[in-house]
């Protein structure tokens, strides 16, 4: 079982940057694969980026490709995502998954969310 706590988000102007945290409990964190996902209002939730048990591999959606940089810290069962070069369509509600294995493209393979965060970026 792993439970997760998003933080971080807020309001920026575009341009701007945030980074958000995932902060995991149980012991075992290191062996799982973590997403992060949003959803805007009246949309779907989308993949935004992922990374592998060990943060040896990394997968970006090509909207947030060379801005955003997703990292994880092991030792403190914490995921990093930095948003630099936001934008009004970053707007969001961000969620960190976490999965068993294989970091994953599709929310479906992931057990584990967060409750979200906000992130606004204003134009």
């Known amino acids: 079982q792993v439970q997760l706590v998003e933080s971080g988000g807020g309001l920026v102007q575009a341009g701007g940057s945030l980074r958000l945290s995932c902060a995991a409990s149980?012991?075992?964190?290191?062996?799982?694969?973590v997403g992060w996902f949003r959803q805007a209002p009246g949309k779907e939730r989308e993949f935004v980026v992922a990374?592998?048990?060990?943060?040896?591999?990394?997968y970006y959606a090509d909207s947030v490709k060379g801005r955003f940089t997703i990292s994880r810290d092991n030792a403190k069962n914490t995921v990093y995502l930095q948003m630099n070069s936001l934008k009004p369509e970053d707007t969001a509600v961000y969620y960190c998954?976490?999965?068993?294995?294989?970091?994953?493209?599709?929310?479906?393979?992931?057990?584990?969310w967060g409750q979200g965060t906000q992130v606004t970026v204003s134009s």
């Open positions: 149980g012991r075992t964190f290191s062996s799982y694969a």
């Open positions: 990374i592998n048990w060990s943060g040896s591999s990394t």
């Open positions: 998954a976490a999965r068993h294995g294989y970091s994953n493209r599709a929310s479906a393979e992931y057990a584990y």
